[in-house]
């Protein structure tokens, strides 16, 4: 069986807990695909290296790297996302990764629009910037106003990039998680996706 969810939104929504909680639900494997830019990023800025030879030489060490979760690598991904040939070099993988059999969950920012503009379920996961950012701090720790002017300066950049920009597919479903809890988001995404199979 072919069936893909594809999950976007923005930093710190939620994308990932509901990508994980909905693979394990319905036993489809998940590709979280921020962690692939936020990989080239790091890669790039550790080795010295031109982004798009990080992004082509990537390997599954790269992506094993612990410094991957901090805000730095957060910034450092959505610099090297906005260039097309780093995009190209990732797409393959993403799009293989879609159509393994037994169902796949995919989380991004372009992935409804782009990378599996057929998947059979799209979900476009929001929250408003305080709610993600108080998020984040949680998580992280540091001064939330400068994890709140960050998140937005990501934001920002993810959703004007002229070469696949974060914004919702035509036929997304939108979930707004700022006053809901992870279990009711969850319950909502695996009520569509058990409507779809
Ligand atoms: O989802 P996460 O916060 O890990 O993504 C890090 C950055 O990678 C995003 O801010 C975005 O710039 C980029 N990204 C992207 N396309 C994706 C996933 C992530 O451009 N499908």
């Known amino acids: 069986m072919q069936f893909t969810v594809a ?3 923005p930093a710190a929504a939620g994308k990932g807990t509901l990508s994980r909680a909905v693979a394990e639900k319905f036993g489809f494997a ?3 695909t921020g962690a692939l830019y936020r990989a080239v990023g790091v890669k790039a800025e550790a080795e010295g290296l031109d982004p798009v030879a990080a992004a082509r030489s990537l390997t599954p060490a790269d992506l094993a790297r612990a410094d991957l979760r901090t805000l730095a690598a957060g910034q450092a991904a959505s ?3 906005v260039i ?8 393959d993988y993403q799009r293989d990764f879609a159509r393994r059999a037994g169902g796949a969950v995919l989380d991004g920012r372009d992935i409804g629009t782009v990378i599996c503009p057929t998947a059979e379920v799209k979900l476009f996961v929001t929250a408003s910037a305080e709610v993600r950012a108080h ?4 998580e ?4 939330e106003a400068q994890v709140l002017a960050e998140v937005r300066a990501r934001d920002e950049r993810d959703m004007n990039r002229a070469d ?5 597919a035509e036929d997304a479903v939108q979930i707004d998680t700022s006053d809901m809890s992870i279990e009711a988001a969850v319950a909502a995404a695996c009520d569509l996706i058990a409507k779809a199979m």
Do not use: F, N, S, T
């Open 164 to 168: 696949a920009p974060l914004k919702p």
């Open 79 to 81: 610099k090297v996302a």
């Open 84 to 91: 097309p040939e780093v995009r190209q070099a990732l797409l």
């Open 135 to 138: 998020r984040r701090w949680l």
């Open 140 to 143: 992280l720790g540091g001064d």
């Open 7 to 9: 999950i976007d939104g």
């Open 30 to 32: 998940h590709l979280d």
